[in-house]
């Protein structure tokens, strides 16, 4: 069996800088990491990795949190994370709530049982007090999409309000004025802030909110069928809908093509979020660009930071959304 020893004299360096290299301290000079890393693949030297645990007192594991491992938000954000700390020789272990208080927490237990040595956490069903306890046990947290004052530091937030503002305020410049809203759960933060931003825009134009014009769904696709048939059996004068992410806008389209109407002609819809199939609906659907991709990179960053003694001056905690301007809008004006 290859010892870390052997490595070291065939690397011409000392075993201690050989474990620094293995561990990804930034300490080492890249000639010398170069010279491990040959003599590792010359050798066939494989690190135990619970020996390397006790010897560093780090796992070298980040947990994530996640909300369900179903439809297009998670998937994306999980990718991402997972291939910003395999470059720095860490491994993620993620665990799903499924959006239920018991399991949320029952899986930050199994996360602290694996040693974790940081955690990237989802979460809409944990308190801010919860919360609060996890980061001061795993002081290497970052929480994605929602804001904790406490923690400012380390959460990466998206701009929900802004981005309900500006779906709605480019179908009211599109000429709509009865603009119906079909939320996802408003148990979830993201949702109730983007309804927010749907009142907002209405109140700058001087549009007078209507509750009949709002009706909740889901983030996923469970109902919302019936949600939105609903809300066109409420009033036949909408002509716009503003959907709070486009799996919903995605049933809209199925519900207005059994009606015989054509989005884009007969009514007009925007989605939220920008899901790799949104361009690809016929019409191509206008929606709110959510750059999944941006936070879940500042996520892994700000754990690896806070993990090295790094500052988080560095990390972008307030992302934006950006309209996409497609085909699923027609102009009445």
Request: aromatic share 6%.
């Amino acid at each position: 069996m290859i010892t870390i020893k052997e490595v070291a004299e065939l690397a011409n360096v000392s075993q201690s800088t050989v474990s620094r290299a293995l561990n990804g301290h930034e300490s080492v000079k890249e000639k010398n990491r170069i010279k491990v890393f040959e003599a590792i693949e010359t050798l066939g030297y494989q690190p135990n990795a619970f020996a390397q645990a006790l010897a560093s007192n780090r796992s070298h594991s980040i947990g994530m949190l996640v909300g369900t491992f179903d439809g297009p938000y998670f998937g994306p954000l999980m990718h991402h994370v997972e291939r910003i700390v395999r470059q720095k020789n860490y491994h993620l272990i993620i665990t799903s709530g499924h959006e239920q208080h018991e399991e949320e927490q029952e899986s930050i237990r199994f996360l602290n049982a694996k040693k974790i040595d940081g955690l990237v956490l989802t979460s809409d069903m944990l308190s801010d007090a919860e919360i609060l306890q996890i980061v001061e046990k795993t002081p290497a947290t970052m929480l994605m999409n929602r804001y904790i004052p406490e923690i400012s530091d380390q959460c990466i937030c998206m701009d929900n309000e802004w981005g309900g503002y500006i779906a709605t305020e480019y179908l009211i410049k599109n000429g709509h004025r009865r603009i119906g809203c079909i939320t996802g759960q408003l148990s979830k933060i993201d949702s109730r802030e983007r309804l927010q931003g749907y009142r907002n825009a209405l109140a700058k134009y001087e549009i007078e909110y209507d509750q009949n014009l709002v009706i909740e769904g889901r983030f996923d696709h469970d109902g919302n069928d019936t949600a939105i048939r609903r809300l066109m059996d409420r009033d036949d004068e909408i002509t716009a809908i503003f959907c709070l992410n486009d799996s919903i806008a995605l049933s809209a389209y199925g519900v207005c093509h059994d009606r015989g109407l054509t989005v884009g002609e007969d009514i007009s819809i925007v989605g939220f979020d920008n899901h790799a199939y949104s361009p690809f609906m016929t019409p191509s659907l206008s929606t709110i660009n959510f750059p999944l991709e941006e936070m879940a990179c500042e996520a892994a960053k700000g754990v690896l930071n806070i993990l090295n003694g790094k500052p988080l001056n560095n990390v972008t905690k307030r992302l934006f959304p950006a309209l996409m301007e497609r085909g699923s809008v027609k102009d009445i004006s």
